[in-house]
């Protein structure tokens, strides 16, 4: 499997994840800002915090998707 290679915030609640593998993925967050697991994203200044260390996208230690997760988010 894949694993990441860079993560950038792009507007509107986007996530543009390049792979290693060469290939790139953009993650639509928004619909996620509702839940309890993701409402600190909604802070637009701690959502362009994301980093990653190539198997997990974080946000310090408050919230994280896991390189599984990210590729479930793209099945649906």
């Known amino acids: ?20 593998n060469g290939g790139s993925i953009t993650l639509n967050l928004k619909p996620k800002l509702e839940t309890i697991r993701f409402g600190l994203l909604k802070d637009a200044a701690f ?13 310090g230690s408050k919230v994280e998707l896991s390189t599984s997760e990210v590729f479930e988010m793209i099945k649906k």
């Open 47 to 59: 959502f362009r915090r994301v980093e990653t260390d190539g198997t997990v996208i974080r946000w």
């Open 1 to 20: 499997m894949a694993e990441i290679k860079e993560v950038h915030p792009r507007e509107d609640y986007q996530l543009e994840v390049s792979l290693t």
